[in-house]
């Protein structure tokens, strides 16, 4: 494991799980030593995809039938690891690190807060969506918002790419922030409107966001006021104003 870390070979990644399995024979001790070595034996992405997900799986614990401090071990081993891993390579193991860390509220905090440290320079929008779409998942909408909003500095959808993978990101993220409030809304839109240019996709946005009132999530401590916007005010006007400008430039491109 340790000559091939840093060569390509195309056995590896089964050698990887051969290592793992061969731990799990041997026992707790031993699955403790290479989740502690990992930066010696594995890169970010197979320590966390890999090494550490069977390690922390329901058949490797029933396999092993582990008391609950030997649980515990193997848990904040690997969720030690994971942090690492996400410090070191975020764009490959910030969703995995989240996934490991998700039972221990501040090594999860610690995970989001590597996602956001990262997002501006060191992932796509592509990751940043998909981390986004996770945290609504997992039932914090405000958090999949703010990272939807990263997600949407990194993109740039021409005049022309109306089939573009990211139409349907960008319309989930509208509708994200037009389900969180009228705020929301308003703070997206000129992220929106800077990086979208496709008239067909500006047109479907404004559509959706003209259909029901803004604030149907039911966030703590928001009022929905019950009432569709109005597209001659804010925010809703900027939308309406690109829109209108993006089928001029494409008529006449």
């Not at 039932?139 to 909003?149: E, N, Q, V």
Request: aromatic share 6%.
């Amino acid at each position: 494991m340790r000559m091939t870390l840093s060569t390509l070979n195309w056995r590896r990644r089964e050698m990887v799980r051969w290592l793992v399995t061969c731990a799990t024979e041997v026992g707790v001790r031993a699955l403790v030593s290479i989740l502690q070595s990992w930066y010696s034996l594995f890169t970010p992405t197979e320590a966390t995809s890999i090494v550490a997900a069977t390690v922390m799986s329901h058949n490797t614990i029933l396999r092993l039938s582990l008391d609950y401090p030997q649980r515990e071990e193997l848990a904040s081993c690997a969720r030690t690891l994971a942090l690492q891993c996400a410090m070191k390579d975020p764009q490959n193991c910030a969703l995995s690190a989240l996934t490991l860390c998700e039972k221990d509220h501040i090594a999860f905090e610690t995970a989001y807060q590597i996602v956001i440290d990262a997002a501006s320079t060191g992932m796509t929008y592509t990751q940043l969506f998909t981390i986004a779409r996770y945290m609504e998942h997992r039932g914090y909408p405000l958090r999949a918002f703010k990272l939807a909003s990263l997600a949407m500095t990194h993109l740039n959808l021409a005049y022309n790419q109306d089939t573009h993978p990211a139409i349907n990101d960008v319309l989930w993220a509208c509708a994200l922030s037009h389900s969180l409030g009228k705020n929301e809304l308003a703070a997206i839109i000129p992220l929106v409107v800077k990086s979208v240019h496709c008239a067909t996709v500006l047109s479907d946005i404004l559509r959706r966001c003209t259909m029901t009132a803004p604030g149907l999530a039911g966030i703590p401590g928001r009022r929905n006021s019950g009432k569709l916007m109005s597209t001659d005010k804010a925010p809703l006007r900027q939308l309406l104003d690109a829109t209108i400008s993006a089928y001029i430039n494409t008529t006449h491109s």
